[in-house]
């Protein structure tokens, strides 16, 4: 598992504002741009109403670099442990924090943590990561709060 390869989404209300580029990525950024799809494997958050996308691939080839953060947590829930594809436009790109925990002689599961946008979200997977001890990862990266227009699934399970 690449371990930081993951996006969160949690609902949060913000105003979009009128189409215009980041200035330090470049992406479009507004309500009116092109969308972006990204799909993943859908984890639930260990608070309410709180989830995690892992394995995170986007149709911009980025996959690794970003973290995604979706609009909305509505059509979520049900999705949970399935392979799903989230559709909208990046209304606003800021700065984050992915922390990603494995310690086997503690518990076998990784844990993953997302802080952005004052909020938060955290998962835990059984995934194997490939590590015999102790790690800890940590990595300031761009969030890219996407305006979900549609969720769907695409496998029933996550690879």
């Avoid at 509505?74 to 800021?94: N, Q, W, Y």
């Avoid at 002689?105 to 993953?112: E, F, N």
């Amino acid at each position: 598992m690449n371990a930081l390869t993951c996006a969160a989404g949690l609902a949060l209300i913000v105003a979009a504002g009128p189409s215009t580029a980041d200035d330090k990525t470049g992406t479009p950024v507004g309500k009116d741009t092109a969308p972006v799809t990204i799909t993943g494997c859908l984890l639930a958050g260990t608070r309410p109403d709180t989830f995690i996308l892992k394995n995170v691939t986007d149709s911009a080839g980025r996959s690794a670099d970003v973290i995604y953060w979706l609009s909305t947590t509505r059509g979520l829930k049900d999705h949970v442990g399935h392979t799903i594809e989230v559709s909208g436009p990046v209304v606003a790109v800021s700065e984050g924090e992915l922390e990603v925990k494995t310690n086997p002689a503690k518990s076998p599961d990784t844990s993953i943590q997302v802080k952005a946008r004052g909020k938060e979200a955290k998962a835990r997977t059984t995934d194997e990561t490939g590590a015999e001890g102790r790690i800890k990862e940590e990595r300031t990266m761009p969030v890219h709060r996407i305006k979900v227009r549609s969720v769907r699934m695409v496998a029933p399970t996550c690879p």
